[in-house]
């Protein structure tokens, strides 16, 4: 079993309230669930309005596969949020 961890740190330089970013990270999240079949959630920066960190897990056999999700997420993200990626850091175990 290779498992694919990723972290990313998003700007929301947009937002003007926490309702405002978790209006955005939930429907963000969603969507990724969704569509790439991996665990997301929301992993830090909690309090504040203009920035968020999601924590991404991909679980299979292949560790091309797991690499080739991950890689696909974060371009995902990338092209599909108002949100600006800031960092991601990613771990294959």
């Keep these: 079993m290779i498992v694919g961890l990723c972290t990313v740190e998003l700007r929301l330089e947009w937002s003007n309230s926490l309702k405002d970013k978790r209006r955005e990270i939930k429907s963000l ?41 991950i890689t696909e997420v974060l371009s995902f993200i990338e092209h599909n949020t108002e949100a600006e990626m800031i960092s991601w850091k990613t771990e294959i175990i």
């Design 29 to 69: 999240t969603n969507r990724v669930r969704t569509r790439f079949n991996v665990s997301v959630a929301e992993i830090g920066f909690h309090d504040e309005w203009k920035r968020a960190a999601l924590g991404i897990a991909a679980i299979s056999s292949d560790r091309r596969h797991v690499d080739s999700i």
